[in-house]
């Protein structure tokens, strides 16, 4: 299936609304408990009796906005979801650094041959799904390629580079921004042989992010964008890392922009708090449309693999950065009649 780098939960909410949810959907990117946080989330919308949905048809058309879901936390499914004991939810995690063995496979198909006990759903939520082992993988294939009726899976990894093809071109791949604050709650393992804790590296690149978001949406605030393109140029093109962090931070923009843009009252979910920033953020939504940024978000996938296979690192940011003003530029001369 081809990558999606939007907002996991704008895509489920296009499925749903069009009736055709992917039966394996695959959670990439981003920190590993959002990662977790956000399958949840998926799972327990499937399950729900009435998930809240946005936008009607007619409504879409009309303001360009793309539907997100919720759960709606009320029904009785989702009350079982929450305190762990919906008979139709099978969740399955490594033990510690322990691989997932090929018994516990076989024991999921296995309740996979009865139906759903609630005759409307089940679904398998694998977390970490790198940790299969080869045999437990290649076990899963074919419950992954054509699984019962109203059955769903859904897995996450930290990369899809990590599993086997054969997984992934059954899976719908959701990929993950990267969380804007920094959080690292988790203890990350440090490589043999090397000074410097993971966990510290990952840090510095969280900062930068952090870093690289705040001083765009400060520049549209200001509105003094075009010479803060050629400032952030100079300023994150020094190397790789430089560079996909301010890229991340402009799939972080993106991601916020689609959910200001949905008619779903889910502001707990936007990476921004800062109220100058709320400000350059609604400056921004009023100026894009959700077209152009699905159509931004497959130029950012293209930008990253740019700079994986050392391409001019600041033609790359030249492009990302561009667009806003573009977008920007546009707008004033709509709203001026221009």
Not at 47 to 73: H, R, W, Y
Not at 86 to 93: A, G, N, R
Not at 273 to 293: G, H, P, T
Request: proline content about 4%.
């Amino acid at each position: 299936m081809k990558e999606e780098i939007m907002r996991p939960l704008v895509l489920v909410g296009q499925a749903l609304k069009s009736g055709r949810l992917h039966h394996a959907l695959l959670v990439t990117g981003g920190l590993p408990h959002l990662r977790k946080q956000e399958a949840e989330a998926i799972a327990a919308i499937i399950l729900c009796d009435s998930p809240m949905i946005s936008k009607t048809d007619s409504e879409q058309e009309n303001t360009g906005s793309f539907p997100v879901c919720a759960a709606c936390g009320q029904c009785a499914s989702c009350r079982k979801v929450a305190h762990g004991t919906h008979p139709d939810l099978i969740v399955l995690e490594p033990e510690g650094d322990r691989a997932i063995t090929i018994s516990r496979i076989r024991d999921i198909q296995a309740s996979l041959s009865f139906s759903p006990l609630n005759r409307r759903a089940r679904v398998v939520l694998i977390h970490q799904v790198e940790k299969m082992s080869l045999d437990s993988a290649n076990a899963f294939l074919k419950t992954l390629e054509e699984p019962p009726v109203h059955n769903y899976m859904i897995l996450t990894a930290e990369s899809s580079a990590q599993l086997l093809d054969t997984v992934v071109s059954r899976c719908q791949e959701l990929r993950m921004a990267v969380n804007a604050h920094g959080e690292l709650t988790e203890d990350l393992p440090e490589a043999e042989g090397d000074e410097t804790p993971q966990h510290g590296r990952l840090l510095d690149k969280e900062q930068l992010i952090h870093q690289a978001f705040n001083a765009f949406l400060d520049a549209v605030v200001d509105s003094n964008l075009v010479p803060a393109v050629f400032s952030l140029k100079k300023r994150f093109s020094a190397d790789n890392i430089e560079t996909l962090a301010l890229l991340a931070a402009m799939e972080m923009l993106v991601r916020d922009l689609l959910l200001l843009k949905s008619s779903v009252d889910i502001p707990e979910r936007l990476l921004i708090s800062d109220m100058s920033q709320k400000r350059a953020l609604s400056i921004l939504a009023e100026a894009v449309n959700c077209d152009s940024l699905i159509h931004y978000q497959q130029e950012l996938v293209k930008l990253n693999r740019m700079v994986e296979r050392n391409v001019n690192r600041e033609l790359v940011l030249m492009r990302a950065l561009l667009f806003w003003t573009d977008q920007l530029t546009c707008h004033q001369r709509h709203e001026t009649g221009v």
